[in-house]
């Protein structure tokens, strides 16, 4: 079992950064890719960055690449998510889970379990 916590959203002018983390706990967690996605009322959960945990490789979604940087920190089973030059349009609820379902594509939601409770990002213009 997996357990994954979200902290450190708020709210931050447009331009701005935020750091959101999430740290993870459970015997097994290390041996998955995590990820970050985000989710606006209304709207399906958006894909934002993956990591490995065992090596460190990332991906990141285009509409984020070059301001978003996804990171771990091995010794705190923590894993961040650093965001600069915030926009309005990433305002949303993010929220981290592991990549366990891997029949599905990496950045499908569906790939994904053990969600954490989300914490809110809101960016204002």
């Known amino acids: 079992q997996v357990q994954l916590v979200e902290s450190g959203g708020g709210l931050v002018q447009a331009g701005g950064s935020l750091r959101v983390s999430c740290a993870a706990s459970g015997r097994t967690f290390s041996n998955y890719r995590l990820g970050w996605f985000r989710q606006t009322p209304g709207k399906e959960r958006e894909f934002v960055a993956t990591?490995?945990?065992?090596?460190?490789?990332?991906i990141y979604a285009d509409s984020v690449k070059g301001r978003f940087t996804i990171s771990r920190d091995t010794a705190k089973s923590t894993m961040y998510l650093q965001m600069n030059s915030l926009k309005p349009e990433d305002t949303a609820a993010y929220y981290c889970a592991a990549y366990i379902h891997v029949t599905w594509s990496l950045f499908n939601p569906k790939g994904y379990d053990y969600w954490g409770q989300g914490t809110q990002v809101t960016v204002s213009s």
């Open positions: 990591i490995s945990w065992s090596t460190g490789s990332t």
